[in-house]
């Protein structure tokens, strides 16, 4: 076996996405599983040696410690001037983001990000230009398509289940504590909107890829986007105003006539049965997809529910759908982009979720806050470099 090792500089894996599903169940998963073998068929694997990078010195230790690691640094140049790193990935707070790729790009590295790529649609086109004329290659994580519930859904989509698809309705959320009487499961940088805060920016940009990817393009976006909880509470346990916006409530108008709509909240309870689910509805069918499962219903197997207040109901809506099976190992979401990029970066293998892909996101999130600081409809142009 020969083993081809890539040097990534992993910036942002002292916070809970950047550990839990890039470092963790991402990096170190490959290296658990003997490396991502390339298909040559000569043995080669490709293994992946994080440089764990941040702010944090005693976290950074402790994290490398803990995964026998030898390699971290909080000197961010210093890292990006070694010629041995070979891809620098960035899951920094949003704010932070920009003048860290830029750096890397100038520095030769290629880029795996997550998103938003940048905090504005102008500074996001600009790293994706700069990345093309720098030659490099690049990647924004967009980790939802790759979900099994989204791939099971994708399969029917694939298949013609559904004949013409009239609409796509999403239910996204859960009730993040104020951090008072109970601590929030979310840092309180995502309620400020002068830190880079906010649930458009940050599931708006999801949003846009699942529809693109599975859909169609948006072509048009409304909005209404509110602050249901004004005042939170920090890590300390000091009281702060929530500037930024915790619901977003979105009607999108995709290319080929389908409508979606979609809700976002950290200020919902749970009646469903996954944290976000899709439900598509088409002339032959119908499904509803989470994270995980997803259930269909045929016209052939659609029941006739008759409108009848005065009678209770007899039967479970819920019980009339199938269960899609798996049919395949589904593995990490994250991970298998993961090794896509890799494979990319490597074997120069079509890669298209890059940086423009990325700016696609930022500009719906851009829009959707537009639209409802405006009460109107937009246009979302199609983008290009």
């Not at 950290?266 to 439900?279: I, M």
């Not at 819920?318 to 993961?338: I, L, M, S, Y």
Request: one cysteine or more; proline letters at 4%.
């Amino acid at each position: 076996m020969t083993r081809k090792t890539v040097r990534i500089a992993m910036n942002g894996v002292t916070g809970r996405m950047g550990y839990r599903q890039h470092l963790v169940r991402s990096i170190l998963a490959i290296r658990e599983q003997g490396g991502l073998d390339l298909g040559l068929g000569d043995g080669t694997v490709l293994w992946p040696e994080p440089v764990l990078v941040g702010r944090r010195e005693h976290a950074l230790k402790e994290i490398a410690e803990h995964h026998g690691l030898t390699e971290w640094s909080t000197d961010l140049d210093a890292v990006l001037a070694d010629e041995t790193i070979d891809i620098y990935f960035d899951a920094q707070v949003t704010s932070a983001r920009e003048e860290a790729i830029r750096k890397a790009i100038t520095a030769g590295k290629h880029i795996y990000t997550e998103k938003p790529s940048a905090t504005g649609l102008d500074a996001a086109l600009g790293l994706a230009r700069l990345a093309r004329d720098a030659g490099i290659k690049h990647g924004v994580v967009q980790d939802k398509i790759f979900l099994p519930g989204l791939l099971k859904l994708k399969r029917l989509i694939d298949g013609g289940f559904f004949g013409e698809i009239l609409s796509i309705r999403g239910e996204f959320g859960y009730w993040v504590f104020e951090g008072d009487w109970q601590d929030a499961q979310r840092p309180s940088w995502n309620y400020r909107a002068e830190d880079g805060g906010g649930i458009v920016v940050d599931m708006f940009p999801h949003w846009e890829y699942v529809l693109h990817e599975l859909f169609g393009r948006v072509t048009t976006v409304q909005s209404h986007v509110t602050t249901h909880i004004p005042q939170r509470w920090d890590e300390q346990g000091k009281p702060y105003a929530a500037t930024a916006d915790d619901a977003a409530y979105g009607i999108f108008q995709l290319e080929g006539g389908a409508v979606a709509q979609i809700n976002s909240s950290w200020a919902v309870r749970v009646n469903r049965d996954e944290l976000v689910e899709f439900q598509v509805d088409g002339t032959h069918g119908s499904a509803v997809a989470g994270l995980r499962n997803c259930r269909m219903q045929h016209r052939g197997a659609t029941p006739k529910p008759v409108w009848n207040p005065d009678l209770p109901v007899t039967h479970s809506f819920r019980d009339q759908w199938q269960e899609v099976p798996d049919n395949a190992d589904f593995d990490n979401g994250f991970k298998t982009q993961w090794e896509l990029f890799l494979r990319h970066v490597v074997l120069d293998e079509p890669y298209a979720w890059d940086l423009l892909a990325g700016a696609r996101g930022v500009q719906l999130a851009e829009l959707g806050l537009k639209s409802s600081a405006e009460g109107r409809r937009y246009d979302v142009p199609e983008l290009s470099l």
